[in-house]
């Protein structure tokens, strides 16, 4: 019987010993290697763990299409070009709300089709460069190929006929146009001025950190302060007032943050966590040697994002090289102050790590372990509902909710775009561009003020007759 399962993988692809955690697919004929030598390609491996999930998803649904219309189709572009339309239609009849394929999918985004195929074509691309599969292609889709044999053709076609590719009819001019495009083509995206930026309400954020971060304490001689979560109040104070993405203070290392005594506050530097330099102890090339060989772990950008270490990183912009860190830039520069105050609080009633488990992170939850992303989340969240609020992206409520916060708190205090830039850590000043954009609270003052405006007008020229 056929079959498509996600599975996690350890690759090895020389005798030096080093696996490669990677998401795999299991079928019928047992591992599909291909994806897993292409996922693990050097190029590939600089891209996130998310991204690689992804990629899964888009082949593993390639492959149930297939399966799921055995024998239908002899050629990759009809294949293709059906796929793509299952994507966006769906796979069940409207009427009855019956699918004789059993695959029962429900209509996708054109953003979301878009990126499936993106990642389809990507595979394929480089499957059709790979000499050593080009020996193992087998008649087109036909049912006695096994997977990793349709994958090939799927290639082989791309390449020997340019499937994938729509020439027009004057091919030079296209060609110096760069007009070539895809002819199995994802829906068309609507234009859109982006989504709207949600931000945490500036009216409620000291209503979070005074009443929201709070914990009990069962010791009957405890103080008000063994009521405060010093560590969520931290945390969120690194969003709000930072500008972090909630992922990034997972990433810290107690050595990451230090105290200057000229500014007499905190400096806090996230280095990158795979590349950044090992600044305060000798003999390591970067963080994830450091992490290796003194604690055997991998960076927790590296683990796959099933694992509960997982915390994610965007690449952001960083300062003083490849090897090197972000730098919260704390707006308005009080918040500064705020912060190490927390987090000294937080220090002193932080659980260590066990001698039998240590690990560099300052984050700890109540094993000393390293907090989680997760963790965090179900924290916020909880947080959010204590001061009476609902906890939604939409609303602006949730951890990302912050980051917006921050970034047009600066907009709004007309710094300067080079330098809110910097504060953000942005490789492209394009990016700051959603926390410009009104909501619809702000399109309502400024209509107000538009209103008033007018009225001024109108009586000045009424004055005037």
């Given amino acids: 019987m056929a079959f498509a399962l996600?599975?996690?993988?350890?690759?090895?692809?020389?005798?030096?010993?080093?696996?490669?955690?990677l998401p795999g697919i299991w079928t019928q004929d047992g591992v599909l290697i291909s994806h897993l030598r292409y996922l693990a390609s050097s190029r590939k491996q600089k891209l996130s763990p998310s991204w690689r999930e992804r990629s899964r998803y888009a082949i593993k649904l390639l492959l149930d299409y297939i399966r799921a219309n055995e024998g239908l189709f002899d050629k990759a572009l009809p294949l293709l070009d059906s796929f793509v339309l299952a994507l966006r239609m769906g796979t069940i009849n409207v009427e009855t709300q019956t699918d004789p394929s059993g695959l029962y999918w429900l209509p996708k985004s054109a953003e979301v089709e878009h990126?499936?195929?993106?990642?389809?074509?990507?595979?394929?691309?480089?499957?059709?460069?790979?000499?050593?599969?080009?020996?193992?292609?087998?008649?087109?889709?036909?049912?006695?190929?096994?997977?990793?044999?349709?994958?090939?053709?799927?290639?082989?076609?791309?390449?020997?006929?340019?499937?994938?590719?729509?020439?027009?009819?004057?091919?030079?001019?296209a060609a110096k146009a760069n007009a070539l495009a895809r002819m199995v083509q994802a829906a068309r995206r609507s234009k859109s001025h982006g989504r709207d930026a949600k931000r945490?309400?500036?009216?409620?954020?000291?209503?979070?950190?005074?009443?929201?971060?709070?914990?009990?304490?069962?010791?009957?001689?405890?103080?008000?302060?063994?009521?405060?979560?010093?560590?969520?109040?931290?945390?969120?104070?690194?969003?709000?007032?930072?500008?972090?993405?909630?992922?990034?203070?997972?990433?810290?290392?107690?050595?990451?943050?230090?105290?200057?005594?000229?500014?007499?506050?905190?400096?806090?530097?996230?280095?990158?966590?795979?590349?950044?330099?090992?600044?305060?102890?000798?003999?390591?090339?970067?963080?994830?040697?450091?992490?290796?060989?003194?604690?055997?772990?991998?960076?927790?950008?590296?683990?796959?994002?099933?694992?509960?270490?997982?915390?994610?990183?965007?690449?952001?912009?960083?300062?003083?090289?490849?090897?090197?860190?972000?730098?919260?830039?704390?707006?308005?520069?009080?918040?500064?102050?705020?912060?190490?105050?927390?987090?000294?609080?937080?220090?002193?009633?932080?659980?260590?790590?066990?001698?039998?488990?240590?690990?560099?992170?300052?984050?700890?939850?109540?094993?000393?372990?390293p907090e989680t992303v997760k963790n965090f989340n179900r924290q916020h969240i909880a947080a959010v509902e204590r001061i009476g609020l609902q906890h939604a992206k939409?609303?602006?409520?949730?951890?990302?909710?912050?980051?917006?916060?921050?970034?047009?708190?600066?907009?709004?205090?007309?710094?300067?775009?080079?330098?809110?830039?910097k504060a953000l850590h942005q490789k492209s000043r394009s990016s700051q561009e959603v926390y410009k954009e009104p909501n619809a609270k702000d399109m309502r003052d400024a209509f107000r003020k538009g209103e008033r405006v007018l009225e001024e007008k109108r009586r000045k020229e009424q004055s005037d007759e």
């Fill in 6 to 21: 996600n599975i996690n993988t350890r690759y090895i692809n020389d005798d030096t010993g080093r696996e490669i955690e």
């Fill in 115 to 173: 990126t499936l195929l993106g990642h389809i074509t990507s595979y394929t691309d480089w499957l059709a460069e790979e000499p050593a599969y080009k020996a193992r292609r087998a008649n087109p889709l036909v049912r006695a190929t096994t997977d990793e044999e349709r994958m090939n053709w799927c290639a082989y076609y791309h390449k020997k006929s340019n499937a994938f590719l729509n020439h027009l009819p004057d091919y030079e001019n």
């Fill in 200 to 369: 945490f309400p500036e009216s409620e954020i000291h209503n979070l950190l005074t009443n929201g971060w709070v914990r009990s304490c069962a010791d009957p001689k405890a103080s008000p302060d063994d009521f405060i979560d010093w560590k969520g109040k931290a945390i969120t104070i690194l969003m709000h007032y930072g500008g972090l993405r909630k992922s990034e203070p997972f990433h810290l290392y107690l050595s990451d943050i230090i105290y200057d005594p000229e500014l007499k506050e905190l400096i806090v530097r996230i280095w990158h966590p795979v590349d950044g330099r090992v600044e305060f102890e000798e003999g390591y090339s970067n963080r994830r040697d450091y992490l290796n060989r003194k604690f055997r772990m991998e960076p927790r950008n590296r683990l796959g994002k099933n694992l509960a270490l997982h915390a994610g990183w965007k690449n952001p912009l960083l300062k003083n090289g490849a090897d090197g860190y972000i730098e919260v830039a704390f707006f308005p520069l009080t918040a500064a102050k705020l912060f190490m105050e927390s987090y000294l609080m937080y220090l002193k009633h932080r659980v260590n790590p066990p001698l039998t488990a240590s690990h560099p992170y300052a984050f700890t939850n109540t094993e000393g372990e």
């Fill in 394 to 421: 939409r609303v602006g409520t949730s951890e990302h909710g912050h980051r917006h916060a921050y970034g047009y708190r600066l907009e709004e205090g007309e710094v300067a775009p080079t330098v809110i830039q």
